[in-house]
């Protein structure tokens, strides 16, 4: 019953809020023609995410993919700065595709449902913003202070 009541807490202090409201707008993207090791020089080590959109090029913008830490695990370090990462970026699934207008409840079970980290966020067929698990959580329990 004690769970019960948690999860019907949590659903309502939820209710209505959108993916747009609790996505990360500030995207970084970055191009398929860089390496591996520039990758994780410039951008992993930078920024600390753990995942990166991936783009044709700055010109056009156009959304290729994401790339995660995950991803480069399987490239031995030796071949990082010949290695573009282009040549390893994962598309993006639809089922990884929501739209702005989605209930976040509904983007939390997708999540779960399908085992996946992060939601990419598109709008107009362009890459507006990524959510992942811990957006959402972080988003959650800071509005739970003011609730």
């Known amino acids: 019953a004690q769970r019960g009541y948690r999860q019907l ?3 309502t ?3 209505g ?3 747009g409201d ?8 970055v191009t398929k023609d860089i390496t591996i090791q520039d990758l994780v020089d410039d951008y992993f080590m930078k920024y ?10 700055e010109k056009t913008q156009r959304f290729i ?3 995660s830490l995950h991803d480069i695990k399987g490239v031995s ?3 990082w700065a010949e290695v573009k990462i282009g040549d390893v970026v994962k598309t ?4 990884e595709k929501v739209n702005m207008s989605m209930e976040i409840s509904d983007a939390i079970k997708k999540m779960g449902k399908n085992n996946l980290g992060h939601l990419v966020i598109m709008s107009g067929g362009r890459l507006r913003g990524i959510i992942t698990k811990s957006d959402v959580m972080r988003f959650i329990k800071i509005r739970s202070e003011f609730h």
Do not use: H
């Open 9 to 11: 807490k949590f659903e």
């Open 13 to 15: 202090s939820i209710k």
């Open 17 to 19: 809020i959108k993916v």
């Open 22 to 29: 609790v996505m990360n707008e500030n995207i970084v993207n």
């Open 48 to 57: 600390r995410f753990g995942r990166f959109p991936v783009i044709e090029d």
């Open 65 to 67: 993919g994401v790339i």
């Open 77 to 79: 370090k030796e071949e």
């Open 92 to 95: 993006v699934s639809e089922i």
